[in-house]
């Protein structure tokens, strides 16, 4: 995880979504690239019929705001400004001038190890959906999915989400570095949550192979019958173990069915009060 994509707009989570990057960043020595990033102009159509010269001053302002934010945030915390440094260095830079558009977020971050990013909400102040669907779907990459607050380390106890899929798998994958490192892996198995695949005694097997420190639980899904029961039921035992991250697969079902019947990765970004490392 040396380089760390951060789309950056004025909602209520971005502090928390710098100093969540940052965190990654301090472990692995990563470098930080910010940019300011906007819904297409079509949305505030939608909303607001304006023209289009207006919609460009505004654009305008919030990435000169944008990136002072930004950058008073990294020299607050001394992190240097770089970004030339082959290998990735601790740093960080904001090497472009113009604010872009949400789809932007999946084509550039193919070229980055991960994408930081608040958890969505429903209030104006909250994150936008849009940019995560961006990342989750169309960059290949990870996704932090960071609360408004975020907690004074990550990746040192874990909660692994198993249901066996490909998804999972991947998602498995890419939070590798960050396992190898954790003093403490839960590998987390609900009944009636599952794809056709490995036991969560495997995953966990597999994990310790990798020099992860993991163990496995298996947890029944009792009397709970909502779609989204396996997602309070993930979010509960991490807060009793203290987990400080969840690793979830994304939409393992399709978004329309969780749209309409709810689903484990619905209540997860609805509700968590942790960070997520998620991935499709």
Known sequence: MKTILIPTEDHD?????????????????????????????????????????AISGVFEADTAKAKAEFEKFMAA??????????????????PRTDALEDAFIGSYGRVFDLVALGRPGSAPENPRM??????????????????????????????????????QAHTNEFAMPLLQRA?????????????????VEEATQHLR??????????????????????GELTLEHAAKLGCDLV?????????????IFGGATRHILAKATIPVLMAH
């Open 77 to 94: 915390k001394n992190v240097p400004q770089g970004g030339t440094e082959a290998p990735a260095v601790y740093s960080y830079g904001w």
């Open 209 to 230: 192979r990798n020099g992860v420190k993991a163990e496995a639980i298996a947890l029944k899904r009792g009397d709970r019958t909502s779609g989204e029961a396996i």
């Open 13 to 53: 989570a971005m502090p928390a979504v710098l100093e969540g990057a940052r965190l990654i960043a301090r472990i692995f020595d990563s470098y930080m690239e910010g940019f300011a990033v906007r819904p297409s102009p079509g949305t505030y159509v939608t909303v607001e019929p304006v023209s289009s010269l």
């Open 247 to 259: 690793v979830k697969s994304a939409y393992t079902q399709s978004r329309l069915r969780q749209m």
């Open 183 to 199: 003093e403490k892996v839960t590998v987390l198995w609900v009944s009636g949550g599952s794809t056709d695949g490995p036991s």
């Open 130 to 167: 849009p940019p995560l669907e961006a990342a989750l779907f169309d960059s290949g990459k990870p996704v932090l999915i960071v609360p408004k607050q975020v907690p004074a380390v990550i990746g040192k106890n874990v909660l692994i989400a198993w249901n066996g899929s490909t998804e």
